[in-house]
């Protein structure tokens, strides 16, 4: 019997011992509690130096959540530090290089060195090279090949870099790199290893009991093998939050937090979550959350919210149908800010997105057709009250357009709750041809517009249902030359959620209000290249909003389940 066999067992446990200690290590060492993103740079004049982040699950860059800087005009490099909490989950950041219109000549330049990352015990610097790679706004004029000279266009707004996914980058600085809790790992081990062989007496086994073992032993760690040499889990299927790694202590409450911790986290927990969310969703056809989706034929996923607050099921099995007295109420409210805005001289439209469940009620499931009411939805409740106070009034109604356009393309994405960019393309057409008697502005054509589609898996019902029965194309517009473009400006002293646009080349210099949901923002694409200043402010009607952008012409469009 060789010293392979007789110690084989001894040998399994302590590759299995060093690989579990390494776990351990990894998972209790100390958390760190910021992470530091630092600009450095040098201006030829004082600047604002404005950082924004988005998260794993608030994937929009959020005026209030920003944070300030300053790099006064001088020769010498500054660096402007701006700290969030460790164990925040970014995947971007941004930095707008002074977003006012303080460079009436082009002129003013920026040298920028690098981004430097830092969580107190490590570092590391995103260089020049590095820098050039990032996503940058188009009134930056030039970026020099090197990544540090940037001239900002004469006269124009909001400046920026935006960061690539840098989740991945981050996980390694969400705890500290703490020696001496190394060496007292490695010296735990150590201890482990003599035991083994002081302890533990050779054994005789045959060849298929070795390896019978040797598997047993291997299925066991693979798991540790995986988290061990992987990042820190940054996503998870169940977009819940994650229990915590708890910081080494022997308190009696250690243990069950332990547990917890490795529950949500050993290796391959995420992946048999998903596999199983994919069997249920490939071969029965079934949601792992069918209370908010269900899916349909022909690989449609509808959002249904039967048990939420989100208005849908309401709305697509006409359940929220207006009183007599309510109606009443509604219309009369439109109606007076339809007459407030005229006052002021600004034009008010009103009207609605139609949702999924509208446009292909031929894909929705079974269990969601014979809950559907066989009566007048709100919105045409609202329409035909509307009409009878207020013949001159006409509500925007994109139905019978995106109804007409459904034989040229798919409209509205098969995984998510929202129309796509041709769908809602169809609807900025629409609703432009609709109002443009009293606004005179023709909507650009389709040929004004290259068209790719892309596959994609992706969609808010996937997230929320576990996994998507087939993948998805999506349509991408890319604008051609003839057609303007537009920049986004400072939100600040706006309400949350707003997002402004500024097209400098437009020839139509008023500006227009819109308030909105997540459906506008596909819209954006296509509103902003004729207006000068477009606002999208978030939710209903608010006259505050009003008097505070002081437009030309105020737009109501909320999707069909919130009016």
Same mark, same amino acid.
């Given at each position: 019997?060789? @010293?392979?066999? $007789? *110690?084989? #067992?001894?040998?399994? %446990?302590? +590759? !299995?011992?060093? @690989?579990?200690? $390494? *776990?351990? #290590?990894?998972?209790? %060492?100390? +958390? !760190? ?407 005179g502005v023709t909507p650009y054509h389709l040929s004004d517009f290259d068209i790719t589609w892309v596959v994609s898996d992706e969609g808010d019902l996937v997230s929320v249902s576990g996994a998507a029965p087939a993948p998805d194309s999506i349509p991408v517009f890319s604008p051609k030359s003839n057609v303007p473009g537009f920049v986004h400006l400072t939100t600040e002293g706006f309400p949350a959620k707003t997002f402004i646009t500024y097209c400098e080349s437009c020839p139509d210099e008023r500006t227009l209000l819109i308030f909105r949901d997540s459906y ?44």
């Amino acid at each position: 019997m060789t @010293f392979l066999s $007789r *110690y084989f #067992i001894h040998l399994l %446990l302590i +590759v !299995a011992g060093f @690989f579990i200690a $390494r *776990y351990i #290590i990894k998972v209790t %060492l100390p +958390v !760190a509690t910021t992470i530091t993103f630092s600009f450095e740079g040098q201006s030829s004049t004082t600047r604002l130096i404005q950082f924004f982040f988005t998260l794993r699950d608030q994937p929009t860059f959020d005026e209030e959540k920003s944070s300030w800087g300053t790099l006064d005009g001088s020769k010498n490099f500054q660096r402007t530090s701006y700290s969030l909490p460790a164990s925040l989950d970014v995947t971007h950041i941004r930095f707008d290089l002074g977003n006012a219109p303080s460079n009436p000549t082009g002129k003013d330049t920026l040298v920028v060195r690098r981004v430097i990352i830092d969580n107190g015990s490590a570092s590391t610097s995103i260089e020049v090279k590095d820098l050039i790679t990032f996503s940058r706004s188009p009134s930056i004029a030039s970026f020099a090949e090197d990544g540090t000279i940037v001239n900002q266009v004469a006269g124009a707004y909001d400046p920026y870099i935006i960061s690539g996914d840098i989740s991945s980058l981050l996980a390694d600085f969400k705890f500290t790199n703490d020696l001496s809790h190394w060496g007292t790992g490695v010296f735990i081990y150590l201890t482990f290893v003599v035991a083994m062989f002081v302890s533990v007496p050779p054994l005789e086994l045959s060849l298929s009991k070795t390896l019978f073992a040797g598997s047993f032993i291997l299925v066991l760690i693979i798991p540790s093998l995986i988290v061990v040499f992987s990042r820190e889990q940054t996503t998870n299927t169940e977009k819940r939050e994650l229990a915590p790694s708890p910081a080494l202590s022997f308190d009696k409450d250690y243990p069950r937090a332990f547990e917890s911790y490795f529950t949500d986290h050993f290796g391959l927990r995420d992946e048999l979550i998903e596999a199983g969310g994919r069997i249920k969703v490939s071969l029965f056809g079934v949601s792992t959350n069918s209370e908010k989706v269900m899916i349909g034929q022909e690989g449609w996923m509808f959002y249904n919210n039967s048990g939420g607050s989100d208005f849908i099921f309401d709305s697509y099995t006409h359940h929220d149908l207006f009183t007599p007295g309510e109606l009443q109420a509604y219309v009369e409210l439109k109606l007076a800010q339809k007459k407030t805005c005229e006052v002021k001289n600004i034009k008010y439209f009103f009207g609605f997105c139609p949702q999924t469940q509208t446009i292909y009620p031929e894909y929705m499931p079974y269990f969601m057709n014979v809950q559907v009411r066989d009566t007048l939805s709100r919105a045409e409740q609202i329409k035909a009250a509307l009409e009878q106070s207020s013949p001159d009034f006409k509500m925007i109604d994109l139905r019978s357009s995106i109804m007409e356009a459904k034989s040229q393309a798919r409209l509205y994405r098969k995984l998510d709750s929202h129309w796509n960019s041709y769908g809602a393309y169809i609807g900025y057409k629409s609703l432009f041809d609709q109002i443009a008697p009293e606004i005179g502005v023709t909507p650009y054509h389709l040929s004004d517009f290259d068209i790719t589609w892309v596959v994609s898996d992706e969609g808010d019902l996937v997230s929320v249902s576990g996994a998507a029965p087939a993948p998805d194309s999506i349509p991408v517009f890319s604008p051609k030359s003839n057609v303007p473009g537009f920049v986004h400006l400072t939100t600040e002293g706006f309400p949350a959620k707003t997002f402004i646009t500024y097209c400098e080349s437009c020839p139509d210099e008023r500006t227009l209000l819109i308030f909105r949901d997540s459906y506008t923002e596909a819209l954006e694409p296509f509103i902003s290249r004729h207006f000068r200043k477009v606002v999208y402010a978030w939710w209903r009607y608010d006259q505050t909003t009003v008097d505070l952008v002081n437009p030309d012409i105020v737009i109501e469009l909320p999707v069909e389940r919130y009016l």
